[in-house]
Structures are given as C-alpha cells and as structure tokens.
C-alpha cells in the first residue's frame, strides 16, 4: 500500500489565495468610522459612492443612517445657502404651477413639477427630512411626496373622510422612533353662530402603515386654522397660526398650534400680546429656534423676532430686526438667518442679518440687515411665490419614482376615463 502523505493539515496549506484577496472598503475601518465620514458628505458625492461596494450601498439606505445623514447636512447648511425651492404661478399657460431650485451662488433652475399638470391649484407642506407634500387646496386631496434632491415622488391613496363644506390644513411630521413619515389633515370648520364643535377632527397617515389613513379627535379645545399647510416645521413636527374658535377676527391670530409626535395629538399656546393695531405675523425656524416674527408694513418696517419657552410655556421677545426697505411682504426666513421678501414689482430680496453689528435700543437687541442679493422667477405672476428651505435628505418612501415630464394629454385621459383614481393608487 502506497505510504500516505501528510496532505492538508488543519490550519495550513497555501495561503497565497488568502493574502492576494482585496479587502473589503469597510475591513479597513471600524463600521462606525466609515459611517460617521459618509454620514458627513454632500448628497450628490454620497450617491456616487454606493457603487464602491455593497456595504456602503446598503448603509446609505438605513433608516438611522439617513437619519443621521440628514441631522448633519440640515446642520451644515445652517451656515451656508441651502437648497431652496421656490413655488410660483407661471401667467398664461395650462401649466402654471411652477417650482424653480435656487442655490446661491447658481443661477436658479426650473425642475420638473411632480404634481399632476392638470390640476390648477397646489399647495405646499413641509419640508421634513427632505421631503415636501404637494396636494390640491381647500380638501387636501391628490396628495404628493416629492423629493426634489434625489428628483423622486409618489402619489398617496386617498381617504374615504370627505366632506366639502370642510377645508382641510395639511402638516407633516417624522416619527423618529419609528422612522416613519407623517402626513396630517385637519378637517376646519369656519366659525359660524351657534356651532357645537369642541373638538378638532384630524386624519392621519403613517407611511410604513399598511392600513392608511387613521381618524382621531384631539383632546384640545377647538381652534380653527385658515390656511391650506402648516405656518412652519421645527424640529420635524409641524406648527400653525390658528384663532381660538369663540374670537375668531380674521388676521388677529391667538393661538401657536403645535403637533406633538409622541402624544399624537396637538398642544396649543397663546400667542404674545402684540397690539391693537395692524400687523402681520409669520413662524419661522430662526436661529434653532421657532421664531413668531411681527411686523408692520411702513416705509422703515421692524421685524419682532419672539420665541417660546416650551417647557415654561413662555414668550420671550429676542431680538428686533431692520429696518426693511423697499419689500411689498414677507415670505419666510432661512435656515442661514437670511429673511426673504417680495417687493411690488415680484422681484425677490434676500436680506442678511448683520448679526456683527449689534445694537441695544431700549434694553431690545437690535440686528440691523441689509440686501444681500435679489432674484426675478421668469414669467411668474407677482405675488405668487412661495419659499421653502430644503436641506437634502436621502429619506425615499416606497413607491417613489423617478420624475419625469408630465404629458398633458395623458392625465386628461386619466381623469375623463376614471373619476375615483387616485383611490386606486
């Protein structure tokens, strides 16, 4: 019988297979290094990188990875000029909503809308970890997730709660315990003699839940909201100007309606008192922090910045800002302290707040600004347009597509041939 050899023994042989195999990306690193340097880059360049290998491509789409991604992009934005999408109506064409991106210094582009054409009015809400929904006023129906940095969106089923002697106020909202996507309705009932209402109605729709749309009352008393969205979104939980029911002078708002994700129900505060006379009022995330802005329109206008204490359910005022010349109204405030205005002629200003040159007036901190720059949306209708500050977020829902030109003739077919179909989407 021929000798045995030795042949392979446990834990030996050739190795040369072994040490001639390239390394994983991630075998170089600890997992949470590498997470921590993706989590930190631009959009665009992370995209790039999910081709480099599978680990990456699957990390980048983990709900706490995006998460984080997006804690950190809206953070490093708030310093710099973020993406800004700007709502317009467009005179003179079956089109006419019209949604432009503007990041400073770039000159602003005209993106595809993915709202059906055929529809002549659009409302806005949000944005919450990159994502705005668009829908049609005053019902809230024919809703749409967009978002516009990874260029994607999909229609939501609608509810079967109609009624239209209602008008309907759209919020969004993120659950971060369940990374999920809020979108809410308040059904408001306009003030009338002689109405019974205590509570408010709402609806409710988590996105990762397979059964749709949820109907609650609030615990709160009733108010009423007179707007199609929410005023502002701090903190991915949405906030309103509202009235309180028993009071309601229209402009004269009382209450700061807040939705709290994890009562899933509203809170309200009352508003500052500002004066007797006429005002105008707008929320916005000023300084990391939910600033009411209040001003009043002169030749020489003041904006008083107020912020709550929402644990001592406090008003304090913070600063004043100005003046303001040459604008016709207000739109909103950026992320990089930045506050934008539309003057009589529909041209844009962007005043920066020259935070350098501190002033007191009357123990008041006063920040005196300036036009940084202005902006003209071709062929838009003046006293059209809308802003948002949208921070780029890798957050996709299921079912988002790719979005691509409308073709108007379709959505007419669409519509003539099935009058329930967005219930089938």
Known sequence: MAPKGKGKQKGKGSSKKTENRAQEPNCIFKPEIISNILSRLPLKTLLQFRSVCKQWRKLIY??????????????????????????????????????????PPLPPVQVKNPYPIVFPKMSIAGPVNGILCIFQPPLGDALTL???AMNKS??????????PSQKVSVGLAFDSQKKDLLILKIFCVPPFPGCTKTKVEFE???????????????????????????????????????????????????????FEVS??????WILPFIGVGDY????????????????????????????????????RKKC??????????ILGCLRNGEIVA??????????????????????????????????????????????????EGLLLIEGMVTVDPQDVLKWQSILSTSEDFLRKL
């Open 62 to 103: 983990k709900p706490d990875f995006i998460v984080t991604h997006y804690r950190h992009s809206s953070s490093l934005q708030r310093t710099d000029s973020s993406m800004i999408i700007i709502q317009s109506r467009h005179d003179g064409r079956f089109n006419h909503n019209v949604l432009v991106q503007y990041k």
């Open 146 to 148: 967009w978002n516009p």
């Open 154 to 163: 999909k229609m939501v089923m609608l509810s079967k709660t109609t009624n």
């Open 204 to 258: 409710i729709r988590e996105m990762k839940y397979p059964l749709g749309w949820e109907k609650l009352k609030s615990r709160t008393n009733y108010f009423y909201i007179d707007k199609p969205s929410c005023d502002a979104i701090f903190k991915a939980e949405p906030y309103w100007l509202a009235y309180d029911y028993e009071e309601y002078i229209p402009g004269k708002y009382q209450r700061l309606v807040h």
């Open 263 to 268: 009562k899933m129900d509203f809170e309200w």
């Open 280 to 315: 105008y009022a707008n929320l916005a995330d000023f300084e990391d922090s939910l600033g009411f802005m209040v001003w009043t329109k002169t030749e020489n206008s003041y904006i008083d910045v107020w912020e709550v204490d929402d644990k001592k359910f406090q008003w």
């Open 320 to 329: 004043k800002i100005g003046p303001l010349f040459g604008f016709d109204r």
């Open 342 to 391: 539309e003057n009589e002629e529909g041209v844009l200003l962007f005043y920066t707040v020259n935070k350098s040159e501190l002033a007191v007036q009357n123990d008041e901190n006063l920040y005196p600004c300036s036009v940084k720059n202005t902006l003209t949306v071709g062929n838009s209708e003046k006293g059209s347009h809308v802003i948002f500050d949208c921070p």
